[in-house]
């Protein structure tokens, strides 16, 4: 698994680089490598459309039903955004990697919940919290549908580990938080408290990656990811991350390499998010 996430984020971080509204050709070329990815792994897939000037920009959502077919039928969804303004490893592409990556090995499995992958376009600035942000404009479709949504979840930066002693850093001292950078964070809002609860507990009983649930209020910045979109319309919802720029101040810029990237670390993440899934 760590070699299949590893490839993943050479591809969008050496191969295609830079993608966003200001790198057109490239963020068409990640959205053409995430439509291949989930057809190979026979997932239905869908393109929510959307204009801004004379571009086309473009969510990509791959779904597996679950095993009982009706309206009813409870969703969860697992998403991470693709565009990336610096061509970086874990700011810009860990998290949608660790997508791919999650959905290969959920691919023959069955639950008894629908479960939808999508990757997002436009979640870093300057999009970042406007309308025109991808998961702004998935997150208030799916209102408008009135669909029937268990919970969200967000990747987004987290491939930065380390065993280090005083490798983690916070806005403020928090005497109870570890100061070993080797957490993954689960971050929600009041509303999201059971789903946080959950991860958290699962993670706890079948992991040795230490979690740790935050509430978002201890995060600065939480509000311009592709959690708040979905939090802001009223849907439970957690950010899966190590922190970014609190535990890895170079995050988003040129120090940001695949070379610093913990694979080992996000393969555990993974298999424990899909041993979660199925159990959900």
């Known amino acids: 698994m760590a070699k299949t996430l590893k490839e993943n984020v050479n591809v969008f971080c050496k191969e295609i680089g830079k993608r966003d509204y200001n790198n057109y050709d490239n963020l068409e070329k990640s959205k053409q490598y995430i439509i291949s990815k989930f057809k190979s792994m026979g997932y239905n897939i869908g393109i929510q459309d959307y204009q801004i000037g004379d571009k086309t920009f473009s969510n990509i959502i791959a779904t597996k039903n679950c095993l009982n077919k009706n309206k009813d039928s409870k969703t969860v969804i697992i998403g991470a955004h693709y565009d990336s303004t610096s061509g970086s490893a874990d700011g810009g592409a860990s998290g949608i990697s660790a997508l791919l990556t999650l959905a290969d090995l959920y691919k023959n499995t069955n639950a008894y919940h629908n479960v939808r992958f999508v990757a997002f376009v436009n979640g870093e600035k300057v999009f970042a919290k406007t309308d025109q942000m991808g998961s702004k404009i ?21 491939g930065y580990y380390s065993d280090k002693s005083l490798s983690q850093r916070y806005p403020f001292i928090g005497p109870s938080m570890p100061n070993k950078a080797n957490f993954l964070a689960v971050v929600g809002n009041s509303d999201s408290k059971d789903l946080a609860g959950n991860i958290t507990g699962y993670f706890d009983e079948s992991s040795l990656l230490p979690v740790k649930n935050i509430n978002k209020d201890f995060l600065i910045g939480y509000g311009i990811k592709d959690s708040y979109s979905f939090s802001k319309d009223g849907f439970k919802t957690i950010l899966l991350t190590d922190t970014s720029i609190y535990r890895f101040e170079d995050i988003n810029r040129a120090d940001d390499k695949v070379e610093n990237i913990d694979f080992n670390y996000m393969s555990e993440i993974v298999k424990n998010l899909k041993e979660y899934l199925i159990s959900y």
């Open 138 to 158: 998935y997150a208030d479709y799916i209102k408008q549908q009135n669909e029937n949504i268990e919970g969200v979840i967000v990747l987004d930066s987290i």
